[in-house]
């Protein structure tokens, strides 16, 4: 199967990071970080073309060592307010490209299902909508069991309610980082106080297996990140 037009992914990752600095090229299992989002996009059936979006050495040459085109992200567009879909529309007019859905990856979740890039590109084309994000279920952790603390260590419930088992719990989910897709026009909207603007107004979801994606911004997640993997290769070996 091929989409009409073709589908480009971009693989988006700054130098700079507070929660756990040069996250986007710590290695996994003698890898860099990078590396894995490389190969999901490499083995999704549905993707035509990658491209690297960075301001980061390291991860232009990890990029560069898997044949993949870089683009050099300017430094107003690395800092810490800029924003997604300026990284992403940048790199997708300097590749030069005209190819109808773009696939956003983030470079520092190792971590996703083997099928998830696809997937979310096969619901764009198939619904007409403009963008396919991927979400998990918030579990446990709702809002109707979230609480404010004031200044004497008072509870006030954040959604006052009577809901005591999690089973009765309304549906909520969560973006969990492992693939946007989504239609060339509407990442190119840009709306004044709008930041979710480049989404469009039909966007779709499909759901993460719990525990599937894995998103890296601090060493837990790291840590998290490394046990899957080694996990996922003693299976494969096995």
Not at 194 to 204: E, M, S, V, Y
Request: glycine share 8%; aromatic share 4%; with cysteine.
């Amino acid at each position: 199967m091929s989409i009409e037009g073709g589908v480009i992914s971009v693989i988006i990752g700054r130098a700079g990071s507070k929660g756990l600095p040069g996250k986007n090229t710590r290695l996994l299992l003698g890898k860099p970080m990078v590396w894995y989002t490389i190969q999901d996009a490499k083995q999704a059936e549905l993707v035509d073309r990658i491209i690297v979006s960075t301001d980061c050495a390291e991860m232009k040459r990890a990029a560069s060592g898997e044949g993949v085109s870089v683009i050099d992200r300017p430094p107003e567009l690395a800092g810490d307010t800029a924003t997604v879909d300026a990284a992403v529309r940048h790199a997708v007019e300097a590749d030069g490209g005209e190819k109808p859905i773009i696939v956003i990856l983030y470079a520092n979740v190792p971590v996703r299902p083997d099928d998830l890039i696809d997937r979310a590109v096969h619901m764009l084309d198939k619904t007409g909508a403009d963008s396919v994000q991927s979400y998990c279920d918030v579990g446990k952790h709702h809002p109707y069991w979230m609480v404010r603390l004031d200044d004497e260590d008072r509870i006030t419930p954040h959604h006052p309610n009577t809901i005591y088992r999690r089973q009765d719990l309304p549906g909520l989910f969560l973006p969990d980082g492992g693939v946007i897709a989504v239609r060339r026009e509407s990442l190119f909207t840009v709306i004044e106080g709008q930041p979710h603007a480049f989404l469009g107004k039909d966007r779709r979801g499909i759901m993460s297996p719990p525990g599937s994606v894995i998103d890296v911004d601090s060493r837990i997640d790291l840590d998290l990140a490394e046990a899957t993997l080694k996990r996922k290769e003693a299976v494969t070996i096995a």
